[in-house]
T-cell receptor, first 111, second 114 residues
Framework: QKEVEQNSGPLSVPEGAIASLNCTYS??????FFWYRQYSGKSPELIMS????GDKEDGRFTAQLNKASQYVSLLIRDSQPSDSATYLC???????????FGKGTLLTVNP | DTAVSQTPKYLVTQMGNDKSIKCEQN?????MYWYKQDSKKFLKIMFS???????INETVPNRFSPKSPDKAHLNLHINSLELGDSAVYFC?????????????FGAGSRLTVL
């Protein structure tokens, strides 16, 4: 099993819709979870971090964590064309704080 | 500007050459990383240093040698470059003692081996 898995997509949603991105991870001991956004040709930038079970909201973004199911998701409400990017799920694996990334989901928001 | 800065941004070279990429951060972070992003956009960790000590050394050919002269700098030297080394190399830094350990990435160095 891969350490961090994401649906590679691409995911296409119309402007104004909710985009839902999913991620599963293999290490039950993981405590820190992140979503990064990467525009084409740019570096990854942090958009959300989550450490406890449940939901965490920041503007149009909501991260959801379920440690029992080893599942983390990102919801983007009122999607905008500027949200079109690759979204990377990242999880700290093991004791050496190795931040491991999934392969990313390419999101396209159509005007 | 506070940031993670990498040089050079672009590097085009021939197979067999040796090249270096430099990284500097002025964020006061104690941990620095090198990641490789291949043509399929998969971001894979290569090395990590915490306070100049190597703490992560993934399965990377020994042609790759990182060096951290101090907490603010992390360099990557690559010997005998191969076609498969073509990728974007990202430097990142974080403050591990903070617990949250959020990584900040540099702009990347695109290496093309011909």
């Amino acid at each position: 099993q891969k350490e961090v898995e994401q649906n590679s997509g691409p995911l296409s949603v119309p402007e104004g819709a909710i985009a839902s991105l999913n991620c599963t991870y293999s290490d039950r001991g993981s405590q820190s979870f992140f979503w990064y956004r990467q525009y084409s040709g740019k570096s990854p930038e942090l958009i959300m971090s989550i450490y406890s079970n449940g939901d965490k909201e920041d503007g149009r973004f909501t991260a959801q964590l379920n440690k029992a199911s080893q599942y983390v998701s990102l919801l983007i409400r009122d999607s905008q064309p500027s949200d079109s990017a690759t979204y990377l799920c990242a999880v700290f694996i093991g004791s050496n704080y190795k931040l491991t990334f999934g392969k990313g989901t390419l999101l396209t928001v159509n005007p | 500007d506070t940031a993670v800065s990498q040089t050079p941004k672009y590097l085009v070279t021939q197979m067999g050459n040796d090249k270096s990429i430099k990284c500097e951060q002025n964020l006061g972070h104690d941990t620095m990383y090198w990641y490789k992003q291949d043509s399929k956009k998969f971001l894979k960790i290569m090395f990590s240093y915490n306070n100049k000590e190597l703490i992560i050394n993934e399965t990377v050919p020994n042609r790759f040698s990182p060096k951290s002269p101090d907490k603010a700098h992390l360099n990557l030297h690559i010997n005998s470059l191969e076609l498969g080394d073509s990728a974007v190399y990202f430097c990142a830094s974080s403050l591990r003692v903070s617990g949250a350990n959020v990584l900040t990435f540099g702009a990347g160095s695109r290496l093309t081996v011909l």
